[in-house]
């Protein structure tokens, strides 16, 4: 065999090699993929097609202080502390809607808790509190719905109380309205009506820590990121709901929103 075959031959099989790679689809030579597909949870934006994609839920315990002494705390000694709730567990309420919300098992004392909620667009670790503004992309109106039975049980038995809190539908919310329009909620007042009769009524200036300071705290614990949101306490004066109920939250500035137990 001379050299021009030889030389020929390499050349012949190189090409069909890289032609046989070329029709391979792409998702064949790629890593491994996943075995099945996890939705991805988003929350709808005001006035725009994009969605905010939902990386964690934080939420702050006893954060007004008439709250945090109806359920046996001291809020002039005690430092913030946090909780998460799964992505998963978030309820999107439409504007100008009455959602069908269930009420959830194992619970005989399903409570509602209005709040504030702030939407992140960047973060980071260890944010002054003067700065975690910048962080927030938008605010929602909110409900921390609580199995509280289950939530106090726990707690006297000193064991955690996810149950209480952690569980699917228990983060409801509003549309998120960017900060770049309505600016940042530092006041305002905050009431959630029982059937017609106002439960719950504050205002937000009555937070022990603002949301910029609840920002700064949570970034010492862990890395912040787009796509973060924190419900920021609920006022005084929560209690139950059953089958039938109807809820009306109102937050100065923002759509009122509203759910039914079912």
């Known amino acids: 065999m001379t050299n021009l075959d030889r030389r ?3 050349t012949t099989g190189t090409l069909a090699l890289a032609g046989a ?4 689809p792409a ?18 934006i005001v006035g725009e097609t994009d969605v905010y994609q939902v990386r964690r839920i934080y939420c702050i315990g006893r954060n007004y202080a008439a709250h945090a002494r109806e359920m046996g705390s001291d809020p002039t000694r005690e430092p913030p502390f946090f909780f998460q709730k799964p992505t998963d567990a978030i309820q999107n309420v439409a504007i100008g809607s009455v959602a ?10 399903y409570h509602y808790e ?15 509190a003067e ?15 609580t199995r509280r039975d289950l939530q106090r049980a726990l707690g006297d038995e000193k064991k955690p109380w996810e149950i209480g809190k952690s569980f699917d539908h228990s983060a409801v919310l509003g549309p998120i309205h960017p900060a770049a329009k309505t600016g940042h909620f530092t006041k305002g007042a905050i009431s959630l009506a029982l059937n017609g009769t106002v439960k719950q009524n504050s205002n937000l200036q009555n937070m022990i820590w603002s949301v910029a300071e609840q920002i700064a705290k949570l970034s010492d614990a862990f890395e912040l990121k787009a796509g973060d949101i924190i419900y920021s306490g609920t006022p005084e004066n929560v ?18 929103m509203s759910i039914k137990i079912v």
Request: glycine share 10%; hydrophobic share 40%; net charge negative.
């Open 27 to 44: 998702a064949a030579q790629a890593g491994p993929k996943s075995m099945f597909p996890v939705p991805a949870t988003t929350i709808p």
């Open 21 to 24: 790679a070329a029709s391979v």
């Open 131 to 145: 700065k975690a503004l910048d962080h927030v992309y938008g605010y929602a109106l909110g409900l921390d719905m």
């Open 100 to 109: 069908d919300h269930p009420y959830p098992s194992l619970t005989k004392n």
């Open 114 to 128: 209005v709040e504030l909620v702030a939407a992140l667009k960047s973060g980071g670790t260890n944010i002054p």
């Open 239 to 256: 209690g139950p709901v059953v089958k039938g109920d109807v809820l009306l939250c109102k937050l100065e500035g923002l759509p009122d």
């Open 8 to 10: 020929t031959i390499l």
